[in-house]
Each structure stands twice: as structure tokens, then as C-alpha cells.
T-cell receptor, first 113, second 112 residues
Framework: EAGVAQSPRYKIIEKRQSVAFWCNPI?????LYWYQQILGQGPKLLIQ????????DSQLPKDRFSAERLKGVDSTLKIQPAKLEDSAVYLC???????????FGEGSWLTVV | SQKIEQNSEALNIQEGKTATLTCNYT??????LQWYRQDPGRGPVFLLL?????KEKRKERLKVTFDTTLKQSLFHITASQPADSATYLC???????????FGPGTRLSVLP
């Protein structure tokens, strides 16, 4: 069974530029999560989708971050404009509906200079 | 607000000993508790899940306990090996798979 796929793995951008990350969850998983993990810290939930609806986006900085999951499968996370403090790993994860275990991708590493 | 603490940022132990990692939580009543392993440059990998009505769960050299009175989980690795060196994260979720939160992680180093 294929795992959670993410791209790109690495991205370096200048501050005020924009960036987009893509995620393809495990087949059949209804719930998709985007987490931000700053070096040395645990993952922090940015947004949770169930199918194509948003369940929780309370910690998403909506002035610069946006995410969508139009067809209930793939998802895109966008940052515009990026700030230095956005340098982190952006982890996508998925779980089955009402599942209590989530499965992570390898992450997209963002460096803002 | 919800808070999850893990016993220390880093833990060093000698090969062959038992490593014990602690996860404490406040202002939260999780239904499920999970432990994940994260290697440098990789995403977290699921290890074990324990439910609130379970006291202990084992898998090979791993053992997890869950004490809802103390609001604490202990994660044990017996007969530790250098290959067990990684960061270990505890995470909680409610009954519906919502509100999935993680602790800051403990970096374990098993010395040969």
C-alpha cells in the first residue's frame, strides 16, 4: 500500500515570495491533515480536512496560509507571502474516517531566507 | 488550553538497558494515545496505540502504559539498541479522530 506522498521535498525561497506544497494521502483515507514542525518541536496542526470539508483550521495563519482539497483526495498548502519564521517542515498526514491513527508523509522542508 | 509535555528533550542510555519516556497532558481527556518514532529528515512513523480504557499495550520490545488518573503515558523500550536512537513523539486524539495533538518529542540516544 502506498504511503502519503508529498512534494516538493525541499524548497528554498526568499521572504515575501510564495510557495505551494502538494499532498496525496493514502488511498481511501477521508481525513487529511497539514502539520507544521519547527526544528526541535512537535508537529502543530494547521488544518484538518474530512473529505473536501474543513474540520479544523483554528491554527492556520489565514492572512498568509491557505489550503484546499477540492475533490476530497489531493491537497495543496500555499504560503503567500512567506516570512522567515515559516521555515519549517510541512507534514501531510491522513487517516481513515474517524480513524485514531494518522500516517505521515516524509514532509516538505521549507527554508525562507 | 491543552498542554502535552514529554519528560525531557534528550535522553541518553546505554545499549541493553530499558529506555523509559514520559508523556504528561493537562486540560485534555484523550480517548486514544499514540507513540510515533521520527528519524532526522523523515516524517513520524506510527508505533503503538493505546485506548483510555487500556492500561498497557505491548509490541515486541515496546511497552506503553496509559494512566488517566495521573494523566500520563510511559513508553518503554527494553533491551535498547543503537538503532532505537530517534525522536519519540506522543500524540492524542479524541473518540472521533479529531483534535490530534502532539507533544514536543524526546530525542533518545542509545550509546553502544
Amino acid at each position: 500500500e502506498a504511503g502519503v506522498a508529498q512534494s516538493p521535498r525541499y524548497k528554498i525561497i526568499e521572504k515575501r515570495q510564495s510557495v505551494a506544497f502538494w499532498c496525496n494521502p493514502i488511498s481511501g483515507h477521508a481525513t487529511l491533515y497539514w502539520y507544521q514542525q519547527i526544528l526541535g518541536q512537535g508537529p502543530k496542526l494547521l488544518i484538518q480536512f474530512q473529505n473536501n470539508g474543513v474540520v479544523d483550521d483554528s491554527q492556520l495563519p489565514k492572512d498568509r496560509f491557505s489550503a484546499e482539497r477540492l475533490k476530497g483526495v489531493d491537497s495543496t498548502l500555499k504560503i503567500q507571502p512567506a516570512k522567515l519564521e515559516d521555515s519549517a517542515v510541512y507534514l501531510c498526514a491522513s487517516s481513515s474516517l474517524n480513524g485514531n491513527t494518522i500516517y505521515f508523509g516524509e514532509g516538505s522542508w521549507l527554508t525562507v531566507v | 488550553s491543552q498542554k502535552i509535555e514529554q519528560n525531557s528533550e534528550a535522553l541518553n542510555i546505554q545499549e541493553g538497558k530499558t529506555a523509559t519516556l514520559t508523556c504528561n497532558y493537562t486540560n485534555y481527556s484523550p480517548a486514544y494515545l499514540q507513540w510515533y518514532r521520527q528519524d532526522p529528515g523523515r516524517g513520524p512513523v506510527f508505533l503503538l496505540l493505546i485506548r483510555e480504557n487500556e492500561k498497557e499495550k505491548r509490541k515486541e520490545r515496546l511497552k506503553v502504559t496509559f494512566d488517566t488518573t495521573l494523566k500520563q503515558s510511559l513508553f518503554h523500550i527494553t533491551a535498547s539498541q543503537p538503532a532505537d536512537s530517534a525522536t519519540y513523539l506522543c500524540g492524542f486524539t479524541d473518540n472521533y479522530g479529531q483534535n490530534f495533538v502532539f507533544g514536543p518529542g524526546t530525542r533518545l540516544s542509545v550509546l553502544p
